[in-house]
């Protein structure tokens, strides 16, 4: 018979009465946890979601889900930095980049874009600014008065017959789709045992360097989801449990001129090696901030892919994709528009005989944004080629939720594509699954920076550019911060990083876009020019209507500073282009 011919979909206003009955209702039908009503918000802790009025959901990561609860049950109190931290990660170090993250995805998921719901009191702490009810409450406060007449009593009874029959469907419908999603969604836990980063040689600042990677792994390997992270005073605890995990075993080692960090990820119950990472830097780095984040990402950025992989047992490959997929990433740093149409033929014609392929469908979509990117579809094409990309996507996430290659390429194409509530929650949820993710550091600091956050995001694309992982992407995020350096008047900070992001890929036409304005301003007329033509040259037919970035969504900040770019364009001689 096929799939239903339409669609249901209940939008129900729970008045304090009804959400007595509802109390009630989930009580007998024998659900757990609790249910908090705050404004227009109904937060279930045990479906792990917030239901607004309009009856959409939004699903709440198990972190920040404690973290909406304990604030919930305390509201209208303040609640320290270092209370909420020990209450949702007990007997784990973590920084406080952990805490800021699960606030800022609360906020997100109540529209709190002011602040003014979770609230910061300077220097104290967090406070949940809204009146909460729980069942009970709201039961209690809502008892039938002796009063009313049995013909109020008979009506009221009648309404509440619908909305319980309505809210028992719904419950049906989301038990189903929560057995279904324990089977399809829900990843397997792993075991980590993160041990001591070990030295060679055992020098005074070997022995300091190390503890400051220990400290900066522990802090890393807790903000992944999905992982039961385990500190070395707890192994033997783990092992008379009966438990082996994954041990990471690290060393740091120091060679005339070079830091060396090794790290390997071993399978303790049979000793067998699941990945090896290596990354070195020079010891001549005075920064020790910036060595510690380049070591730890270079090790880290390589066993959260490999953990993420472990977490997809049914991951496959095709090897007869590769040479389609090698000649799709190739085309993703210096490319042109022939390389372009064949390297999407060939994906194309790969993908027809194997529809279900993941990487196959990741890498299509990624070319598909490469062309919407440097404008080589027609306002038609370039629909088609978005709604492609979008399905593509949905379909490898559908199949693989925790495929770090699949949420970086959703995560920019909902960037690129100025979905920008989305998009934060994306590329959020990407560093959840690999925290050194350059490539979605920089795509959440072009959200900031669309939506006029430019110090924000100057701060992403820095912390990015730091980690220099993947090595693929690290042209991208030198080039925003060349753009936020622009955006924010700082024109000879903005040459020295575009510069550097040429110097890795000069295939870019926006890069050198760029760099002619940031010339135009410092007086340097002759070589605004040249790079001008650089860009024409990339891209015959360009002007300043096609080069643009879509306006939907951005902020007004960002649209003034982004509009001075183009006029300053134009008068290098950009074409401006003909109104469509």
Request: hydrophobic share 45%; proline share 4%; aromatic share 6%.
């Amino acid at each position: 018979m096929g799939s239903p011919c339409c669609t249901w979909r209940f939008s129900i206003v729970l008045t304090p009465r009804v959400l007595a009955h509802y109390g009630a209702l989930r009580s007998r039908a024998g659900f757990g946890g609790s249910v908090y009503f705050f404004a227009d918000f109904v937060l279930d802790t045990e479906r792990a979601e917030l239901r607004h009025a309009d009856g959409s959901v939004t699903h709440l990561r198990p972190k920040s889900l404690e973290l909406f609860k304990l604030l919930a049950e305390n509201s209208h109190r303040i609640l320290t930095k270092e209370a909420l931290m020990e209450a949702i990660w007990p007997g784990i170090h973590v920084g406080e980049d952990s805490l800021f993250q699960c606030i800022r995805e609360i906020r997100l998921a109540l529209g709190d874009t002011r602040r003014e719901m979770v609230r910061v009191v300077s220097g104290r702490g967090y406070l949940f600014a809204l009146d909460v009810a729980n069942e009970q409450a709201v039961g209690v406060a809502t008892e039938p008065r002796q009063e009313e007449t049995r013909r109020h009593r008979k009506s009221r009874k009648g309404r509440f017959l619908v909305v319980a029959a309505a809210l028992l469907l719904v419950a049906i419908a989301v038990a189903s789709l929560a057995l279904r999603g324990d089977r399809l969604f829900a990843p397997s836990r792993l075991v980590v045992v993160l041990q001591r980063v070990a030295t060679v040689g055992g020098g005074p600042e070997d022995v300091a360097l190390a503890r400051d990677l220990t400290s900066a792994l522990v802090k890393g390997f807790s903000r992944i989801e999905g992982i039961d992270l385990i500190v070395p005073e707890e192994d033997a605890a783990l092992a008379r449990q009966g438990q082996t995990g994954l041990h990471v075993w690290s060393e740091l080692k120091r060679d005339p001129g070079t830091w060396t960090f090794q790290a390997r990820l071993i399978d303790a119950q049979n000793q067998e090696i699941k990945a090896v990472a290596e990354v070195q830097a020079g010891a001549e780095e005075t920064d020790r901030q910036r060595l510690v984040d380049r070591l730890v990402a270079g090790i880290g950025y390589p066993l959260g892919a490999r953990l993420s992989d472990l977490q997809e047992p049914d991951r496959r490959v095709a090897a007869p994709s590769d040479v389609a997929i090698r000649q799709a990433a190739a085309s993703i740093n210096q490319t042109t528009r022939e390389r372009f149409g064949t390297a999407r033929a060939i994906l194309e014609k790969y993908l027809a005989g194997d529809p279900d392929n993941v990487e196959l469908q990741i890498a299509l979509a990624g070319l598909h944004l490469r062309g919407v990117q440097m404008s080589w579809y027609d306002p038609v094409q370039r629909a088609a080629a978005e709604h492609d990309a979008d399905t593509l996507l949905k379909s490898a996430l559908a199949s693989r939720p925790r495929s770090l290659p699949a949420l970086d390429a959703y995560c920019r194409f909902l960037t690129v594509t100025n979905q920008f509530t989305e998009s934060l929650v994306t590329c959020d949820r990407t560093l959840t699954v690999n925290p050194w993710d350059g490539a979605a550091l920089y795509n959440l600091s072009l959200t900031q920076l669309q939506l006029g956050r430019f110090d924000d995001a100057l701060a992403g694309f820095l912390q990015a550019e730091r980690y220099d992982t993947p090595e693929v992407s690290r042209w991208t995020w030198l080039l925003g911060a060349g753009w936020a350096n622009l955006l924010l008047g700082r024109d000879e900070q903005a040459v020295a990083f575009l510069s550097r992001s040429i110097a890795i890929t000069p295939g870019s036409g926006r890069t050198y876009l760029l760099l002619a304005t940031a010339y135009q301003r410092l007086g340097r007329p002759r070589e605004a020019r040249e790079a001008l033509a650089k860009t024409m040259e990339m891209r015959p037919g360009s002007n300043a209507r096609n080069v643009a970035l879509p306006t939907r969504n951005a902020s007004d900040t960002f649209l003034a500073a982004n509009n001075a770019v183009l006029r300053t364009l134009i008068a290098i001689g950009l074409p401006p282009g003909t109104p469509r």
